[in-house]
């Protein structure tokens, strides 16, 4: 007899359980990699894409432990204060993790962490609500996706979309063209829904996923090295790694 399809009550008592299991797991985790790395850092980042920090995770997976969203867990698994530390001084940058910011364990050395966060640098389409880097101004003739090179002129099917993202085509030989120029954003201005996504239709990339550092933990001396602040963009949120402490 096939199982039924309808809803099945479930117990809070039973989601509340697991909810605390999951987070004394992710504590203990936490836990055992403050004691078996040399140093933690703290991190933020700017222009946050699940794929490009999947990427960075990939990359250190060999040398390196990281821990990303889920701030209050964190802060609580390494401790708040110097009774509460897990380990001598760690409090105080368990005191800094506020907002959208991770951790990273490792043993590689300082200089090489931070020459490689200098380095990495994803471009990456823009979002609404983001502020324009540049003005982007669509030429007169046919409509480019800069997504290959040479660029190419969008299909004939692909006109509906552009015409109720604000485009005033007309179709020439097939292929939807504007007969005059389209200003599609101005630098400094905040970007609609529309204007996103057309700038990620036509190809043009307008943010940079980039890794902040933050402070550095050093298990030796338990003393805590403070970066220079760098300003970088955000997109409101975070995604699905809002929920995913580690990899």
């Known amino acids: 007899m096939p199982k039924s399809k309808r809803s099945k009550v479930v117990s809070l008592t039973k989601v509340a359980k697991k909810t605390r299991d999951q987070k004394n797991a992710m504590m203990q985790e936490v836990q055992n990699n403050a004691?078996?790395?040399?140093?933690?850092?703290?991190?933020?980042?700017?222009?946050?894409?699940?794929?490009?920090?999947?990427?960075?995770?990939?990359?250190?997976?060999?040398?390196?432990?990281?821990?990303?969203?889920?701030?209050?867990?964190?802060?609580?698994?390494?401790?708040?204060?110097?009774?509460?530390?897990?380990?001598?001084?760690?409090?105080?940058l368990a005191q800094q993790i506020k907002g959208q910011v991770g951790i990273l364990f490792t043993n590689t050395e300082p200089k090489e962490v931070m020459e490689w966060f200098a380095d990495f640098?994803?471009?990456?389409?823009?979002?609404?609500?983001?502020?324009?880097?540049?003005?982007?101004v669509l030429p007169v003739g046919p409509v480019m996706r800069h997504?290959?090179?040479?660029?190419?002129?969008?299909?004939?099917?692909?006109?509906?979309?552009?015409?109720?993202?604000?485009?005033?085509t007309t179709m020439n030989r097939g292929v939807p063209t504007l007969t005059t120029a389209h200003k599609l954003c101005e630098k400094g201005k905040t970007l609609s829904s529309e204007q996103a996504q057309l700038l990620k239709l036509t190809g043009e990339k307008m943010v940079v996923f980039r890794v902040a550092l933050l402070a550095r933990w050093d298990a030796a001396t338990g003393d805590i090295t403070q970066m220079p602040r760098e300003s970088l963009p955000t997109d409101g949120g975070v995604g699905d790694d809002d929920d995913v402490m580690s990899e």
């Open 35 to 92: 004691e078996k790395w040399q140093y933690c850092w703290l991190f933020e980042v700017g222009a946050m894409r699940n794929s490009h920090l999947k990427t960075v995770r990939n990359l250190w997976k060999d040398s390196a432990r990281i821990f990303f969203g889920r701030g209050a867990v964190m802060a609580k698994a390494l401790g708040l204060s110097p009774e509460e530390e897990h380990k001598p001084g760690i409090h105080k």
């Open 147 to 168: 997504h290959s090179d040479p660029p190419e002129p969008f299909p004939h099917n692909e006109d509906p979309q552009l015409r109720k993202l604000g485009l005033a």
């Open 121 to 136: 640098k994803q471009p990456d389409f823009a979002r609404a609500g983001n502020i324009a880097s540049r003005t982007v």
